[in-house]
Structures are given as C-alpha cells and as structure tokens.
C-alpha cells in the first residue's frame, strides 16, 4: 500500500510540475497566483517529507503533521483568491465572495475548529479532529460560493470552475477519510492515506491541469428571461444593470 501510495505521489509531482511550468508559459500564473504558490509549496514539502521518510522514518509522521498543516492554511487562502474571482465582473458585488469566505472561516474556525485543539486530551486524536473539522468548513465554502454564483447569475468560466470542481473533489475525499478514521480508529487512517489522499489529489490534479491549461475569458451575465427563470434570475438582471449604471459613473 505504501508503495501504491508513493507511486501516486510521484505521479501527482510529475502533473503540479507540468501545471506550474505550464502557468508560467500560459499567463495563468498571475491570475492566480495564491493557488500556484499553493501548488509549488505542495511539490517541494511532498519531496521533503518523502526525504524525512527514507532519511529518518521515525520523524515521518510529525513532519506529515506540520506538512498538513501549513497545507490547510495554504488551502484556505486558495478559497478566499477563488472568491475573489467569481464576482471579479461585478463593481457592486466584487468583494461579497471574500467578505463570505472569511466570515464562514473565522466563525467556525473560532466555535468549531479550534475547540478540538484546544479541549482534546490526546494529540493524534486533536489533529485528526482538526483536519476533519477544517475539511468540512471548505466544503462548506465551497457550497455556499456555488450557491451565491447560482444566486447571482455569476458564470464561473473554465478555470475558476476547474478550481471548484478540483477542490470539492479533494475535499469530499479528506472528509470521507477522516470520518472514517474518527469513526474507526487512527490505524485505519494510518492504511487509507497512504492510497486515499495521494489519489483524490492526483485526480484533483487532473482538473486543474485541464481547467487552467489556457486563461479563459470570464464571461458577464448571462442574458436571462424575467418570466422563465424566476426571482433569483430578476436579481441577477437587475444587478447587472445596477453594475453597468455604476461602472460607467465610475469611469467619469
């Protein structure tokens, strides 16, 4: 299993390199330039803590911990840049996915993260807690911004759909492996991550890879019918109205 794993791993470098080098080339790299910096932290701590393994096995699993760690951190702030860009067309509305992506991250962050660290009595247990709970706040980001997308009538584009679309996958992996090592035990978790996580990020790998292969166009509001699509879609209208009226006042 381990073996699996590694090959997985190595797999997923080969593609995040492929990914950044083709950012770099593409000009996608200064579209998003958190989540890259996300990618390039991955492969080079992957490579550290592979080195650790061989090197020194029975420092793996701390440097693993710090490694994830600093990754969910790292994630978080992938979040808030997806944010950013999915009402990046509106002049009324841009920061309305940042503003909800921090607020869902410092709420439960605060009453339902850090209580696992903070009142856990045993380590690996606190940790395995914490990645769960961290796991399933970024799936709740990511469904309350593709709710507000819908909402608004905001169109995602190929790359920051890409983005999501790789997130929720990963993010639906982590949880359902956490879950089942809260559930289970930590040994089981031991068995799963090497196989479970090397393969939901290399699949995630894969989206992205395809989604940001060219910077695609962020396109506007979709043209709608007031009378086939209902309140959420008269919204949608309005407000790119009131966008329109602003950024010409704006521009004055």
């Not at 608004?152 to 089942?180: C, D, H, K």
Request: with cysteine; hydrophobic share 55%.
């Amino acid at each position: 299993m381990h073996i699996l794993g590694m090959t997985i791993s190595f797999c997923s470098l080969i593609l995040g390199g492929t990914l950044v080098l083709r950012a770099r080339a593409n000009g996608v790299f200064r579209a998003f330039p958190l989540f890259y910096s996300y990618i390039v932290y991955a492969f080079f701590a992957t490579l550290a803590t592979y080195v650790i393994y061989w090197v020194s096995p029975q420092k793996y699993s701390h440097a693993f911990w710090i490694y994830y760690l600093i990754n969910t951190l790292a994630e978080f702030a992938v979040l808030v840049e997806i944010s950013d860009h999915i009402f990046k067309s509106f002049a009324v509305l841009r920061h309305l996915g940042r503003a909800t992506t921090l607020l869902i991250t410092a709420c439960l962050g605060t009453l339902y993260i850090l209580p696992t660290i903070i009142w856990s009595t045993h380590q690996s247990l606190a940790l395995l807690g914490f990645a769960l709970r961290a796991s399933v706040t970024k799936a709740i980001i990511l469904v309350v911004l593709f709710y507000l997308a819908r909402h608004f009538g905001s169109e995602l584009g190929r790359n920051v759909a890409g983005l999501m679309l790789g997130f929720s996958i990963y993010v639906a992996t982590t949880v359902a492996i956490m879950s089942s090592a809260q559930a289970f035990g930590p040994a089981l978790f031991a068995r799963l991550v090497w196989f479970m996580e090397p393969l939901a990020y290399l699949i995630c790998l894969l989206v992205w890879t395809i989604s940001l292969w060219e910077l695609a166009t962020v396109p506007g509001l979709k043209a709608v019918s007031l009378a086939s699509r209902g309140d959420s879609e008269s919204v949608a209208v309005q407000l790119n109205r009131f966008n329109s009226e602003l950024s010409k006042f704006l521009n004055k």
